[in-house]
């Protein structure tokens, strides 16, 4: 059985279109409910979201697809995608529920899964809950006295940002830094700022006035150029961007240069490596990684494991690896240490932590490798499948060619939009541009 429901990273589309509509949304939870409805404990499912302005129908609609289960829920209100899977294992939840589009702008929406342990969920398990939205639920619903209970958990921010600040090292602080956090008017825009306060940071907060439009409009980690630019503006030690659902980050150094995720998993596994921290001697990093990352890594003896896209190919690849460090270029920094999937403010303080104990400018120490030329370009299509016509897979296996052996080429089809992803690197950077423009182009003309 192929999924149809799920993407790379839950559900997600346009709002009031299907799948999210209030309907199928209320199906959904009623089968994930029959999915994880084990013995005859007393069922809790955790319901956090972002800022969104659709979080308004779709909690209500999740909400009365479990409660007509008869499992309770409890409800965070805007807190992080981790924070909901941290949660997930602090109340000993069945269930935990994100309702996030992460990065897409405010008219998409999406649930993210969690189960008892905190990751998301596999994609057997996915299929296995399409499966049961098949059925007519009727049948499967409670007796009134069997009704669950929605009750909200007043103190779920000060849980995570407690949570968040145990990852910091003890005895230490942030004295004397100036940080800019920009948390995209996503759901970070209460506990972001907050935790950089707390460990003594001078912060300067942008993103922080979601209105149910604005999550991810030019701001946030899928576009930092405001938060690179205040670095400079401030005169700030480090800017941190977060995207809509703060599972993700990007840096600026004090001269506002972008820091990316390959260079976050190098600089974090290079000092884990020193510290006796790095488990495996490798880190799990996706297909979209930079080779610069790979071959800084070599140097280092630290072995680089590769991932299909999405942070949750990347947890399960760190289990068969036995690494407890993962991430993906995009700023999904996973340390298994401290939680079950991507967390920014967490990988944040990691890397504060370094500043701080090195006494270095973020300039000299958040750049160790240099990237090779890559490029990523996206085309817009009406189906994936044009990926499985002949014309295509020849085009692309002659771009490969183009490239030869000192380069690199990845298409793959979007797990979350309409999209093709072409991706190339080398040393060559001419040859590089080249080969993606002709390629889509030709991809373009073929759909």
Partial sequence: MTRHLFGTDGVRG???QEPMTAPTLLKLAMAAAMQFKRGNHRHLVVIGKDTRLSGYMIEPALTSGFVSMGMDVTLLGPLPTPAVAMLTRSLRADLGVMISASHNPFDDNGV??????????????EMQI?????????????????????????DAKGRYIEFVKNSFPKGLRLDGLKIVIDCAEGAAYKVAPAVLWELGAEVVSLGTKPDGFNINKKCGAVAPEAMMESVVLHNAD?????????????????????????????LIAKSWKDNGML????????????????????????????????DRYVVEQMAKAGCNLGGE??????????NTTGDGLVAALQILAMLV??????????????????KLANVHVTTTTILEESNVKNAIA??????????????????????????????????????????????????
């Fill in 14 to 16: 346009k709002v009031n």
């Fill in 112 to 125: 993210k899964l969690f189960g008892p342990d905190g990751n998301k969920l596999s994609d057997e398990t």
């Fill in 130 to 154: 399409e499966k049961l939205m098949q059925n007519d639920m009727q049948q499967f619903l409670v007796d009134p006295q069997h009704f669950g209970r929605a009750t909200r958990l007043d």
């Fill in 238 to 266: 480090l800017g941190i961007a977060l995207d809509g659902d703060a599972d993700r980050l990007i840096l600026a150094d004090e001269k506002g240069a972008r820091i990316d995720g390959d260079q976050i998993m190098a």
């Fill in 279 to 310: 488990r495996g001697n490798g880190i799990v990093a996706t297909v979209m990684s930079n080779l610069g990352l790979e071959r800084y890594l070599q140097k280092e003896n630290i072995t680089l494991h590769r991932a299909a896209v999405g």
């Fill in 329 to 338: 270029q995009s700023g999904h920094i996973v340390m298994s240490d401290f």
């Fill in 357 to 374: 104990q090195t006494k270095k400018n973020a300039s000299d120490a958040l750049r160790v490798f240099t990237p090779v030329p890559q």
């Fill in 398 to 447: 002659e771009a490969k060619k183009r490239l030869g052996n000192q380069g690199r080429l990845l298409v793959r089809k979007s797990g979350t939009e309409p999209l093709i992803r072409v991706m190339a690197e080398g040393d060559d950077e001419a040859l590089v541009n080249s080969v993606v423009s002709d390629l889509c182009a030709f991809i373009q003309k073929a759909a």
